[in-house]
């Protein structure tokens, strides 16, 4: 193993834009910087041209596109050289199954049914079509199936491909079709013969639990640390295995115990992870909550709660909108997975209750979690349970036959990988873009109907953290954020300036009203968090704005959606974005956002320094070092200009760098004050006091940020200081020393943060 994870820096690979070979070259830049370790995207072998590596085909392999095997061992050649590392996403829960002859697993599956010697590798319900086929819903409806054609040894529908099993061929296309151990059908019947990442068809899940897949998919895994290649791995969705404990525990023992394994583990605001667990942490998604939400300020929360509010947005009965929307996602959206479990446990229970599935959906609703039962989590279930049978007395008797047949290991295993995809479509994939009062707080693994983080909550969980994982990652931005960092701290102003924000809408709903009050009030937001500083709107930013609406807006399934788009709805949308950029009110958001950059890019170097600094290792996403404007996937994931970085970073003067590479480099040069030397909050006295949040890290480093800038401006620090401790402190940011009780005003002359370490230590 090399040096110890200090920080990373997450950097998404693609075939067509960036490759192992591209990182190599990026590695001078990144030392500069001061990261320990580069954070890959996935690297094996994905579906031809996959943007993201996510649809792995392949896991045995280390895909070509992105440079192979000799790419990856060059590129840990040239890091191990420079006393660097890396780390590699993996993705255990699923396979890409989209194009099927990509996947020999798959292809096989498919070609030999139960005969495969791959069919133990996937989760088929081999039970749901009568004569044992697997269900593939693929089409566009069932009749499409007469317009399959016979091309040599395949099936064939346009793009779609599909194996011909030996002996089965002759004939039309249709009755060809009739004779494979697969049946094509309609997408929109919402029935689905196999386990899926959530609902999404074109990704297969894998049976992690069998040891013989757990193996076959690891090899290559297993080689990179056999090799000494990689120094960790990020795990992908782990909540979807069948077992995901069990499988932590063989992957620490494939990887050894110095490997660093964070998980991509979504906590809810008052779950903690799991203990027991042989792993580092999770991915950062905590943290990211409350380093934002500490710079939310409580004092504009009845103003836009009453803004949403008018908007249609239920924000006292939000609880009860989640539970209509889960409700929706586990009866509609995950019908074929519900009705699997209900015949799992009517197995498993010896009978049958016509409410079954209308308890399951209910009892989903009172998990709050992605699924409950890990050790720590073992009374959830019992008390969903009991605030189920509460709120419908009706559903006692269906739910005792639920509890009857969770003793048997399927239907438990499958209740719980039913909740995770529940929460995640009902809730991030849906709730989260109807939810109008401060849209910078529905982010992933966020709480939105909690407006902000006070300090107190934010000390305690650091110094938890501290504790119990003082090696998880921290991060701000990752390729499933719904806003890049500085756009959620622009919008997050607005919580310093209600009552300017609403007169603002209400001029411009008054010039040029949105087709819908709340995805106006929604989409208002957002535009305002991207809104170029000079006021011009060029051909990209045009199309980012018209492609995330379209997304949101279907997201949301309020007037539009996926499944059945709205043609006039999402039109006069599009018209209206174009009025938007095009007239009056362009000018007066290029007025708003000039008068609250200040108060933004305070509030965007704040919560990057806390970031940075405060217990876990933090992870930079892919040129987050300087100012961005990235809203929700694919948006996130464009092409980085390094070049300009690389300029940035000689001259030394673009503030958010000066603080990326400052905390970077400190934690490198005293790795000790940040892996084990502890937090303690550190408060300033004062008539601002409130406006600063600081903090030790051993004792040798001192953190402080601004925060709640605009009224700040107004009246100043006043008699506002901060007692150091004993010693001489030098700003590593400005190089300034100070000494003692140290006016406030005078430690943020330059910058509204300060990072402060003991110069005679």
Not at 194 to 218: C, K, N
Not at 429 to 455: H, I, K, M
């Amino acid at each position: 193993m090399g040096r110890p994870v200090l920080s990373t820096y997450r950097l998404q690979l693609r075939g067509d834009g960036f490759t192992l070979g591209d990182a190599l070259e990026l590695l001078d830049y990144l030392d500069d910087l001061g990261v320990s370790h580069v954070y890959l995207s996935p690297i094996l072998t994905a579906v031809q041209g996959s943007t993201h590596g996510y649809d792995v085909t392949d896991p045995t392999a280390v895909s070509a596109e992105l440079g192979g095997p000799e790419g990856l061992a060059a590129l840990s050649r040239a890091a191990r050289d420079r006393g660097m590392g890396l780390l590699v996403d993996i993705v255990p829960n699923h396979v890409g199954v989209e194009r099927p002859e990509l996947n020999p697993w798959w292809w096989d599956l498919l070609e030999h049914g139960r005969g495969s010697r791959f069919a133990r590798f996937f989760d088929v319900d081999w039970d749901l079509d009568p004569d044992g086929r697997i269900v593939l819903p693929v089409l566009g409806s069932d009749e499409d199936v007469e317009a399959l054609t016979v091309d040599g040894d395949t099936l064939t529908l346009g793009d779609l491909r599909f194996p011909i099993a030996a002996g089965t061929g002759g004939g039309t296309g249709a009755e060809v079709h009739d004779r494979q151990h697969y049946r094509l059908v309609g997408w929109r019947r919402n029935v689905c013969g196999y386990r899926r990442f959530f609902s999404i068809t074109s990704l297969a899940g894998l049976r992690q639990e069998d040891p013989d897949v757990f193996d076959a998919s690891h090899v290559e895994v297993k080689r990179w640390f056999d090799e000494n290649l990689v120094d960790g791995v990020r795990i992908d969705h782990p909540d979807g295995l069948a077992d995901p404990v069990g499988y932590l525990h063989r992957l620490r023992e494939l990887t050894g115990p110095q490997a660093y394994i964070v998980i991509e583990k979504i906590l809810a605001v008052d779950e903690a992870l799991e203990p027991t667990l042989p792993v580092d942490g999770t991915t950062g998604y905590d943290v990211l909550r409350e380093v934002g939400g500490v710079f939310v300020d409580p004092a504009g929360a009845e103003t836009l709660t009453a803004l949403s509010d008018s908007a249609g947005f239920e924000n006292t009965d939000v609880h009860r909108v989640e539970a209509e929307l889960k409700t929706a996602a586990a009866t509609e959206t995950l019908a074929s997975e519900l009705a699997r479990l209900r015949r799992a446990v009517v197995a498993a229970a010896g009978h049958d209750h016509p409410r079954l599935p209308e308890a399951i959906a209910a009892l989903l609703t009172h998990i709050h979690v992605y699924r409950c039962d890990y050790p720590g989590l073992s009374a959830m279930l019992s008390t969903a349970i009991a605030e189920t049978v509460a709120a419908d007395p009706d559903l006692a008797a269906p739910l005792q036959v639920l509890v009857a047949g969770l003793g048997a290991e399927e239907p438990a295993t499958r209740l719980q990988q039913l909740c995770g995809a529940v929460t995640a479509k009902a809730v991030e994939d849906c709730l989260f873009y109807r939810d109008t009062r401060l849209v910078s707080l529905n982010e992933v693994g966020g709480s939105p109907q909690r407006f902000g983080v006070s300090a107190a909550e934010f000390h305690h969980s650091a110094a938890e953290r501290a504790r119990r994982w003082p090696t998880a990652m921290a991060t701000l931005t990752t390729h499933d954020t719904k806003r890049g960092e500085d756009v959620r701290a622009r919008i997050g102003v607005l919580s310093q300036v209600p009552g300017l924000w609403a007169e603002m809408l209400a001029g411009w709903e008054q010039t040029t009203p949105c087709p819908a009050p709340d995805s106006g009030l929604f989409l208002w937001q957002n535009i305002f968090g991207v809104w170029p500083a000079d006021g011009r709107v060029d051909r990209s930013l045009r199309d980012r704005l018209h492609g995330y609406a379209e997304k949101a807006l279907r997201e949301a399934a309020v007037h539009t959606s996926w499944h059945e788009p709205e043609a006039e709805f999402e039109a006069a949308i599009h018209g209206w974005i174009d009025d938007v950029l095009d007239g009056p009110v362009a000018a007066e958001l290029t007025a708003l956002t000039a008068r609250l950059a200040p108060h933004a890019h305070s509030d965007a170097l704040g919560q990057k320094l806390l970031a940075l600094t405060v217990p876990g290792v933090p992870d930079v996403y892919q040129g987050t070092e300087l100012w961005e404007d990235s809203l929700v996937d694919p948006d996130n994931r464009r092409p980085v200009d390094y070049a300009a970085r690389r300029a940035a970073l000689a001259a030394g003067e673009h503030p958010k760098l000066r603080v990326v590479r400052a905390a970077l480099q400190l934690r490198r040069a005293r790795p000790e004050a940040f892996l084990s030397g502890g937090y303690a909050p550190v408060s300033a006295t004062g008539a601002a006091a409130d406006h600063l949040v600081g903090f030790r890290r051993g004792p040798d480093v001192l953190v402080a940020v601004t925060r709640w800038t605009v009224t700040l401006s107004e009246s100043g620090w006043q008699d506002t200081a901060l007692a150091l401790p004993e010693g001489t402190w030098t700003d590593r940011l400005t190089g300034r020393t100070h000494v003692g009780s140290v006016p406030v005003a005078e430690l943020f002359a330059e910058l509204p943060v300060a990072l402060l370490e003991r110069a005679d230590a």
